[in-house]
């Protein structure tokens, strides 16, 4: 009886834990813009301390995952004309979702990558260029 029992118990453990939310990458603030989330998350990559930036333009878009669902959204960060002569453009595409429990955004996934200056690709690479 003891078997039978324990064996449940972990089965219904496990069933709990594969339902739990994904943790999330970043969590922004309350009365925060979606855009005002990506910056705090990227500051340290996108500027130094005095908000100071070695690139020419800051691109940034948002958009919303459909035309009435506003509480997922894309945003791009690109920079361009960064000083470094083998980095074209440097680019960060955030997923965010708005938590309606807590009433603020939530980075859901990052992604990194450049476009070089030389070499055969003329794309987007997920290496740093050399």
Known sequence: MKTILV???????????????????????????PVQVMFDYLKNRIADEYGIGEYRELVIKQRAAGPENFKKVSIEAQMQGLLDDSIKTQRFQLGMSFNE??????IDTV???????????KGWTQKPCK
């Open 7 to 33: 064996i449940m118990i972990a089965a219904i453990s496990s069933m709990a834990m594969a339902e739990e939310p994904r943790k999330q990458l970043y969590t922004g603030q309350l009365g925060q813009a």
């Open 111 to 121: 992604k990194q990558d450049w476009q070089c200056r030389r070499g055969a690709s």
């Open 101 to 106: 429990e807590t009433s603020v955004w939530l």
